[in-house]
């Protein structure tokens, strides 16, 4: 197991010395063995090694012969743009070279291992590593990984940050953006994707057992964390998102950065490993923890994250899961909306990319989140959005707006389908095998469930909510004696009151307020327009009309009719800019705009004179 | 006793203005993992109990320790972190939040090889507790508080005694779900919800602020109890208008 008292020691750069990082040991193929045993039979051990070693590389040589020609020139000069730090050439074949090939000669099958095309680069191992990340990672999106490749999925990446967190200095590598993004982010998911795969012993074969039992350490939430943190902290990035908000220059910010977090390389990576810690706390079940984690993220508009679509989109997801778990219902709405909007409006561009998928899904995950939110706190909100989501969730909004037992099975069903997949910490005791066999025999709630548990009990507080809210709709005042026999359950005048005390809880809540700029931050705020007082037993109802916006239209409309204006005065026509030299010469057609113009023409010569 | 009325921010619930600097630091950083730190939290939880303080940060902070330490976890901490989240909040998510950090107690028993049940026999009964009074049955969450259970009673012998003031600290969270909703209430109801027989609800009123009119408590307006019918009007900002002032510049 990996030391648990690795990480919390910033001791200078030896943050990740502890993380096991295994020596390499690929398996010979499959006639390796025959080797072996001829190597026994045979008495001059040397020589025959040497042989072997011959055959091996011959073997090599001959595989290498069969993998494509495009194949290896783009490997080639992959590593070269790499060598180069060539950022423009990098991302060209990492986004579209890599793709394409693999779709030409890997969509069934692995792209060749790092082991026989490490000849064509030079044997650099740097590049073998993220090779092999790649390679990876295509395994994982394409095809079934084995335990094996789970396992060495996870040495290599571990080898490739000991590389960047444990070199002498901050090593000369640049790579874009997206590719940094896209390895974090792979990182996580094959996290958690390997935790709900161990946390469940059953089906599994005694080779996979015991493997289990040896490797502890393997994609433990400790040694992941450790990685993320380590990243954080050699980066310096929050120290230096603080000193951007503080408007510190960028020659103070470099400075506080240091070595490493002033290359873009490490700032980049820190930066995107705060948002995948965001991540693996909600996943882990610490919304509070995960919101912290963020306090120096800028999420607005034109924030760094909104570079990536996919970091976008994930990073408001889980934002929008820790409001959820923390009942900040509208924070989660406003979180869900904005982002949706942008994916909207983005996805004309997006089409082609292969995450497009994966982010499509979890779009149409926060559509049905949306739908939950919205029942739970209803109130104006977009209504583009919202249109959507009744859209696809007609049937479950109609049964959630209804209430009842069938509305918390749809409560249920909608917050599985949309939920993180929650996991738990604590792997089962693969290591003791009659702890394991107890396990088995009892085995606990997984923690998908525990979370669902506590979302219904959330929703089953505040489940008369509706209700009474819709019977104080028709009255101005009632006494609550008379409520009770309006109430559907049965119930005396204390009960009623009780519900009037959880309604009015339920249409209050914190909410982020524009000034603030930490997540967890919030002022207490009325959510629903229908609110009421309780003098005694009598029950005084007020409900807050709003009235219908105009402003937005008018200003999107005016904004757009100068959009017009301007392309049309941008236009090649020639526009005249004194009425006086208008008229001489001009053309007939000519005079003709000059007619047209009139209308705006006043303010135009208003604003003249005036600058006279 | 402070006046009832909620608070208007978040501020105090995620940085209390009690919590000690090093505390701040410790679960502001990668040193929330130590375990070697377990001891300064606990005595931090021990502190906020006696001094009748809450922290649910630092306290949180002290599960995910023993999430990650299974070995560490002391059931009796646990319990106590329970019962400062359970009294602190009507309508927060703060017991949730720490329910969310815990596995089921026979599991943290096993793994500290204890024999000791209340763990196991506490939970359940909180989180019943803790039903009733998110949906308000302040009355029935007293009988059940009250009763003889054995849960019950070992809550009332072992746990609350070093506590500062829960049973208030209770009654404080109910009058302020009360004072969100009454401009008035009669005795009788007051005294029901609030467990408190006739002198002691006069006691209780004027510690929070409240005042009498007969059989009737009068509570202040706080906002919540107060409200008008209101018009929601179109209110454009400044910087809505910046392209369109700015086009009609030139």
């Given at each position: 197991m990996a030391d648990p008292t690795a990480f919390y020691e910033p001791a200078e750069d030896e943050l990740l010395s502890s993380l096991a990082v295994p020596v390499q040991s690929y398996n010979p193929d499959s006639e390796a063995d025959e080797y072996r045993r001829l190597q026994e039979l045979e008495q001059h051990a040397y020589a025959q090694q040497q042989l072997m070693v011959a055959e091996q590389e011959q073997e090599q040589l001959q595989a290498l012969e069969q993998v494509p020609e495009d194949v290896k020139r783009f490997l080639v000069l992959f590593h070269q743009a790499i060598l180069e730090n060539d950022l423009p050439t990098i991302t060209n074949m990492y986004e579209s070279g890599w793709n394409k090939l693999t779709q030409a000669h890997y969509s069934q099958n692995e792209w060749p291992e790092a082991e026989l095309i490490s000849p064509l680069v030079g044997n650099d191992q740097v590049f073998l590593t993220l090779y092999r990340e790649l390679y990876f990672r295509h395994v994982y999106a394409k095809l079934q990984p084995t335990i094996d490749d789970r396992f060495q999925s996870y040495e290599n990446i571990c080898e490739l940050f000991n590389y960047l967190l444990n070199s002498e200095g901050p090593v000369p590598l640049d790579l874009p953006i997206q590719w940094l993004w896209d390895m974090l982010d792979e990182f996580v998911y094959q996290f958690s994707s390997f935790a709900s795969w161990r946390a469940n012993p059953k089906n599994k074969n005694e080779e996979e057992l015991e493997a289990l039992a040896e490797a502890q350490h393997i994609w433990s939430c400790y040694s992941v964390l450790n990685v993320l943190y380590s990243l954080v902290q050699k980066s310096q990035i929050n120290e230096q998102l603080k000193a951007e908000k503080e408007g510190k220059s960028p020659e103070e910010v470099a400075e506080i950065a240091g070595d490493y977090g002033s290359k873009p390389l490490y700032r980049n990576l820190g930066y995107f490993s705060l948002i995948c810690l965001l991540r693996v706390h909600v996943l882990l079940g610490d919304p509070t923890l995960a919101l912290q984690t963020m306090e120096h993220v800028d999420l607005s508009g034109g924030a760094f994250l909104t570079r990536i679509t996919a970091c976008h989109v994930t990073t408001y997801y889980h934002v929008g899961c820790a409001y959820m778990a923390l009942g900040r219902w509208p924070d989660a709405i406003k979180t869900f909306i904005s982002v949706l909007i942008f994916f909207i409006r983005m996805k004309q561009y997006h089409t082609r990319s292969y995450q497009y998928g994966s982010i499509a899904k979890q779009c149409e995950r926060m559509y049905a989140l949306l739908a939950i939110c919205t029942t739970l706190s209803p109130g104006p909100s977009d209504e583009s959005i919202m249109s959507i989501v009744k859209e696809h969730y007609a049937d479950q909004l109609a049964i959630l707006q209804r209430g009842g037992d069938e509305a918390l099975e749809t409560f249920k069903d909608l917050f599985l389908s949309a939920s993180p997949k929650y996991l738990n910490v604590n792997p089962p005791p693969y290591e003791d095998p009659s702890a394991l066999e107890a396990y088995l025999a009892n085995p606990p709630i997984d923690a998908t469930q525990r979370f669902l548990d506590l979302f219904i009990s959330d929703v089953v507080a505040v489940k008369g909510v509706s209700n009474v809210r819709q019977l104080l709709k028709l009255y101005t005042s009632i006494d609550a004696s008379k409520l009770v026999t309006f109430s559907q359950d049965e119930g005396d005048e204390e009960e009623v009151l009780q519900q009037l005390m959880v309604l009015k809880a339920a249409s209050r809540t914190y909410a982020k307020g524009q000034a603030q700029d930490k997540l967890l931050d919030g002022e207490r705020i009325v959510t629903n327009n229908l609110d009421f007082t309780i003098d005694g037993a009598m029950v005084h109802v007020e409900e807050t009309t709003s009235h219908r916006r105009f402003a937005g239209f008018f200003i999107r409309n005016a904004e757009h009719s100068q959009r017009v204006f301007n392309t049309i005065k941008a236009s090649p026509l020639p526009i005249q800019r004194k009425p006086a030299t208008?008229?001489?010469?001009?053309?007939q057609d000519k005079n003709e705009i000059k007619k047209t113009g009139a209308a705006w023409q006043p303010k135009r010569a208003r604003v003249v004179t005036a600058a006279q | 006793m402070t006046v009832a009325v909620p608070k208007k921010n978040l501020a105090d619930w995620h940085s209390p203005e009690t919590r000690p600097e090093v505390i701040h630091e410790l679960i502001h950083g990668v040193d929330r993992y130590n375990p070697t730190n377990l001891p300064y939290m606990e005595e931090y939880l021990l502190s906020q109990i006696k001094e009748g303080q809450y922290d649910l940060f630092a306290n949180l902070a002290i599960l995910k320790l023993y999430q990650f330490n299974p070995q560490h976890s002391n059931p009796d901490i646990i319990i106590h972190i329970l019962i400062k989240s359970l009294s602190s909040t009507v309508h927060g998510p703060d017991f949730n939040l720490s329910l969310g950090l815990l596995r089921e107690p026979t599991a943290i028993l096993h793994d500290i090889e204890s024999d000791d049940e209340s763990l196991s026999i506490l939970v359940p009964y909180l989180t019943n507790l803790h039903d009733l009074i998110r949906t308000c049955q302040f009355t029935k969450f007293w009988t059940e508080f009250n009763g003889d259970s054995e849960a019950a009673n070992i809550l009332k012998s072992r746990f609350l005694p070093s506590h500062a003031h829960p049973i208030d600290d209770l009654r404080l969270q109910f009058s302020l779900s009360i004072a969100s909703c009454f401009s008035s209430i009669t005795l009788t109801q007051l005294s029901r919800w609030l467990n408190l027989n006739g002198s002691e609800v006069n006691e209780w009123i004027e510690k929070v602020g409240w005042t009498f009119e007969g059989e009737k408590a009068i509570i202040p307006k706080n906002g919540d109890n107060d409200v008008k019918a209101g018009v929601v009007k179109e209110n454009v900002q400044l910087n809505q208008l910046t392209k369109l002032v700015a086009a009609a510049a030139y």
């Open positions: 208008a008229t001489t010469g001009a053309p | -």
